[in-house]
């Protein structure tokens, strides 16, 4: 029986491997995955991460001479895995799909509750507050929805935003053939939306691509929603823009520097981020901990197939969902080196 080390386990994660596992012996580690924890992989064929781990070359060295031969990561972002120290060492898997409507649906969860001003609104009335002064929000209906990255995430908070009767732009520099809505350019998207919603992965490229240039071309008023990668905003950007009106709101499910807070209870510390304590005072700030795929359906999706990944790997067989830094997107048939099932 193979044996894997599973980094970073929740509760949650148990329960929906344990339910699907009956051929691996899992080893749920409740650290997450670095350099100092990586020696507890010793004996492990192979290694389950997420997307708070950081799988640096260090790391990776490790796991490597401690005889791991695959890492899976149970979620679809890569950008904390170092790939080309990983090259011709350790295979890396990952899940590119599970629910994207688990996602989608909590960024319009964000964003009816920040134009809505749920969150107030519950607070208010557990006290007693009736008042509905300024709670004022605005019609979803008839209003712009500035999509970022069309993947099958984008595709599904699109229908959603279709659903309220919003008009839809979209940006992604890989668009989709014969796509039922309209792409346009960045600085035409920024200019023209009432709502700018992220669902791109983190590349090299669009690294803080919302920034103190992108905010000083959007709309007035702009609600800012962003379910994908923390890094995608410039969050000190974002606080300026905040500060001056030209965000709106920002329904915040990630944060550029979430590791060391998200996904655990730090009520009991005194916060050292200042960036991160100044958007959880803002009163137009929605931010949640990273929450937007946590469904039962989502994390059955990424239970069976991680763990069909794994059985590829071990089987021999053709590996999909393989990523490698050789390839230009981390899809196979893009691969640079046009390979065949494997990367190595």
């Known amino acids: 029986m193979k044996k894997i080390a599973f980094y970073d386990a929740k509760p949650y994660d ?5 339910a699907v596992n009956d051929h691996y012996d ?34 990776i060295d490790i796991m490597y001479n401690n005889g791991v031969k695959v890492i899976a990561m149970r979620c679809a972002g890569y950008s904390n895995v170092d790939f080309k120290a990983a090259y011709k060492k350790i295979n890396v ?13 909590h960024a319009a969860a964000l964003l009816t509750g920040l134009n809505r001003k749920i969150y107030k609104a519950y607070n208010r009335t557990r006290d007693f507050n009736f008042s509905i002064n300024g709670l004022t929000g605005f019609d979803l209906y008839g209003k712009t929805a500035g999509i970022i990255g069309t993947g099958k995430i984008g595709q599904a908070f699109i229908e959603v935003c279709r659903g309220f009767g919003m008009k839809v732009l979209a940006y992604d520099p890989y668009p989709v053939k014969d796509a039922d809505f309209e792409y346009t350019d960045l600085d035409t998207l920024f200019s023209q939306s009432d709502v700018i919603s992220l669902h791109c992965p983190l590349t090299d ?22 379910t994908s ?8 950007d974002l606080l300026e823009a905040l500060k001056d009106g030209t965000v709106g709101g920002a329904g915040l499910d990630v944060y550029e520097e979430e590791g060391d807070f998200f996904f655990k209870d730090c009520s009991d510390k005194i916060m050292q981020d200042d960036n991160l304590s100044l958007l959880l005072s ?26 069909s990944n794994l059985d590829a790997f071990f089987a021999g067989g053709d590996l999909p969902n393989e990523v490698c830094y050789q390839c230009e997107t981390g899809k196979i048939e ?4 046009n390979r065949k099932g494997r990367c190595f």
Do not use: W
Not at 294 to 306: F, K, S, V, Y
């Open 14 to 18: 148990r329960e929906s491997f344990d």
């Open 26 to 59: 899992i080893m749920y580690i409740e650290s997450k995955l670095t350099s100092q924890t990586a020696v507890i992989s010793k004996g492990c064929d192979a290694v389950c991460a997420f997307v708070n781990d950081d799988l640096d070359s260090e790391a």
């Open 93 to 105: 898997v990952r899940v590119p799909a599970y629910s994207p409507h688990a996602v989608a649906e």
């Open 205 to 226: 490229e669009n690294n803080r691509l919302i920034d103190k240039k992108a905010f000083s071309r959007m709309k007035k008023g702009v609600l800012l929603i962003n």
């Open 229 to 236: 990668r923390g890094a995608l905003i410039n969050s000190t």
């Open 282 to 307: 803002k009163p137009n700030v929605l931010l949640t901990s990273h929450q937007a795929f946590l469904t039962e359906e989502a994390l059955d999706g990424i239970a069976r197939t991680t763990l």
């Open 334 to 337: 893009e691969c640079r080196n």
